[in-house]
């Protein structure tokens, strides 16, 4: 791969221009002081401010509802100063920066957020995981399902905590209707068995989505907005009857968005549902379409090239590799990531993978 790939060409994306199509896809690190960014997270998303866009990690728009030990937020103005740290040094290195922002819905155990019992469409938990808690794993609590009059506190979170992220000089946001966390529980029907009009049909389903992205491009605009869903992942407990029928709503429902991009993840984290919901959301979608999970650089390079995609982000790449779009110009070997370290404290495993040429 060179300069002159496909990958490495510059890309309109909605409002803004990134100097490449490899994007940092959202890593939570679990790196925060208690919830607010610090200096180590600005050392680190710096480090990668060569991608054409770093999409930071989930972060919690409402107070209690986290599913990490040491998530960061974006409710409070001390959330803001925090994230601030990180911007300046993402833009000081010419790098572009959206902030994911996110409810945890179920996944957010009580434990990890001063007792509060979480919530979601319906009362299900999560059964095929544990969550990681200050005294070890434990089971997921029932969530309380959302009563109708609640909803509208959900969108209104979604969209302070967008106009907090512009305080905080991000470049736009990402909303995460992804993995199973609030909004993609609402989505799917495995986890939504609500029999208001936020239940039932997909177009029910999607309604909460749909006005979380109203309310967040009242704040950014549509050219600053992008989102994230993942129809085939079983993380969570999450199951769908049918990923390609929603996939295909959604594409044409976004059609009338101008959204930045949609973030489509294409596969199973748990390998248990499989399908191809790429190919119809690019025949549908007429917007940027940016694919994730499992993409080597070479599928990846194909993808763009043959407008199958018009960005590819990379997680784990990007964790051991700050300098990957480099990396992949020159074809250099990648660094290898350290699962251990994925969800530790401190700089080990954060800040400390080599660059190619230091
Ligand atoms: C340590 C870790 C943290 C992650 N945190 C998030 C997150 O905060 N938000 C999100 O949408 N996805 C998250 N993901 C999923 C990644 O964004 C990405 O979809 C996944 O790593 C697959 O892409 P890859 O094959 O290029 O690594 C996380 C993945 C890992 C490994």
Redesign the pocket.
């Known amino acids: 791969m060179t300069q002159t790939s496909a990958l490495h060409k510059q890309i309109q994306l909605g409002d803004i221009t990134l100097n490449n199509r490899i994007i940092m896809?959202?890593?939570?690190?679990t790196r925060a002081n208690g919830d607010v960014a610090n200096e180590l997270m600005a050392e680190h998303y710096s480090q990668r401010a060569s991608a054409g866009l770093l999409i930071a990690?989930?972060t919690a728009v409402m107070k209690d509802t986290v599913a990490f030990l040491n998530g960061p937020g974006i409710y409070s103005d001390e959330h803001v100063e925090g994230w601030k740290k990180v911007t300046d040094a993402v833009h000081a290195k010419g790098g572009k920066i959206f902030l994911?922002i996110w409810h945890g819905g179920r996944a957010s155990h009580p434990d990890l957020n001063g007792g509060v019992v979480p919530v979601a469409a319906s009362a299900l938990a999560i059964t095929n995981d544990e969550v990681h808690t200050a005294e070890g794993k434990k089971a997921y609590t029932v969530p309380r399902a959302l009563e109708t009059e609640e909803i509208p506190t959900i969108v209104d979170a979604f969209k302070q905590g967008a106009i907090y992220a512009k305080q905080a000089g991000f470049d736009g946001v990402e909303v995460?209707a992804?993995?199973g966390y609030l909004l993609d529980n609402f989505l799917r029907d495995g986890s939504n068995q609500r029999e208001d009009q936020y239940g039932g049909s997909i177009e029910n389903r999607a309604r909460l989505l749909f006005e979380v992205l109203d309310a967040v491009i009242d704040v950014w605009g549509a050219g600053k907005v992008g989102l994230?869903t993942s129809p085939l992942n079983s993380f969570n407990s999450m199951l769908d009857s049918d990923p390609v029928g929603h996939t295909k709503y959604l594409a044409k429902r976004l059609n009338d968005y101008n959204l930045a991009y949609w973030h489509l993840?294409r596969a199973d984290f748990l390998q248990q549902q499989s399908g191809d919901v790429v190919t119809p959301a690019r025949k549908i979608y007429q917007g940027n379409l940016i694919g994730?999970?499992?993409?080597s650089a070479d599928e990846a390079e194909q993808a763009v090239a043959n407008q199958q995609l018009d960005a590819v982000?990379?997680?784990?790449?990007f964790?051991a590799n700050p300098d990957l779009v480099e990396r992949l110009a020159v074809n250099v070997e990648l660094n290898e990531a350290d699962p251990n370290t994925?969800?530790l404290g401190g700089e080990k495993g954060y800040t400390d993978y080599p660059f190619m040429n230091k």
């Open positions: 896809a959202p890593l939570t690190r990690e989930a994911q995460h992804a993995n994230r993840m994730n999970m499992g993409y982000a990379f997680g784990v790449p964790i994925f969800y």
